[in-house]
């Protein structure tokens, strides 16, 4: 079946401007992840939603950061005046239940010039 | 905050030989996972070993997992120029959430 999808896969956008980035998760997981992840480094968690229950905001940056879901289905995630710093490769993982193996996306490239 | 660290940073082999990666983490687990990384995009899930269990294998995969000493090994037979990427160990500590490490990037040459 279809995997994860993200959008787009490339982004540039002026320092200040505000992004808006979309995940497809696999159809039936009921948990979605997003992750950043800076040149060379390992993953930074930032968000988690499972069902209908209250996301799990503790990993988002600033409150530039947000994120919203639609029931189990799309996810987006918004950063509003963008910084330099913002440039990462921001990755969408969803799975089955709350545990177990996570099923990455092919992420979203943002530059932030 | 990154729970796992792999080691080594990075590695490079010959085609054919095996490659070994380290992974020590610092609190109780639930599970551990290692996922490979090609070309800094998507992750790949290759394995996931539980807190009870001690070896586990996938096909010219081989990871271990000694709680005592909170570390976790991987290891990669007969390599192949396919198996070139970054791998990633990740710690369920008892929640939904995974720490990653930042990663041994192994490179097989032909």
């Known amino acids: 079946g279809a995997g994860v999808s993200q959008s787009p896969s490339n982004k540039v956008t002026e320092k200040g401007k505000d992004v808006e980035l979309r995940c497809d998760p696999i159809?039936?997981?009921?948990?979605l992840y997003w992750y950043r992840q800076r040149l060379g480094q390992g993953l930074e968690f930032l968000i988690y939603?499972?069902?209908?229950?209250?996301?799990?905001k503790s990993g988002l940056p600033s409150d530039r950061f947000s994120a919203e879901r639609t029931g189990e289905s799309v996810s987006t995630l918004t950063i509003q005046r963008t910084q330099q710093e913002d440039s990462a490769v921001y990755l969408c993982?969803?799975?089955?239940?709350?545990?177990?193996?996570?099923?990455f996306g092919p992420g979203t490239r943002l530059t932030v010039t | 905050s990154q729970q796992g660290e792999e080691d080594p940073q990075a590695l490079s082999i010959q085609e054919g030989e095996n490659a070994t990666m380290n992974c020590s983490y610092k609190?109780?687990?639930?599970?551990l996972q290692w996922y490979r990384q090609n070309s800094g995009r998507g992750l790949v899930h290759l394995i996931l070993i539980r807190s009870n269990e001690r070896e586990k294998h996938s096909g010219r995969l081989r990871v271990t997992l000694d709680t005592s000493k909170k570390s976790s090994s991987l290891l990669i037979t007969a390599s192949r120029a396919a198996d070139t990427a970054s791998y990633f160990c990740?710690?369920?500590?008892?929640?939904?959430?995974?720490?990653f490490g930042a990663g041994t990037t192994v490179t097989v040459r032909a």
């Open positions: 159809s039936g997981h009921t948990a």
């Open positions: 939603f499972q069902g209908n229950s209250a996301p799990d």
């Open positions: 990740a710690t369920d500590a008892n929640d939904y959430k995974l720490s």
């Open positions: 609190t109780s687990i639930n599970n």
């Open positions: 993982a969803s799975s089955p239940g709350a545990r177990g193996p996570q099923y």
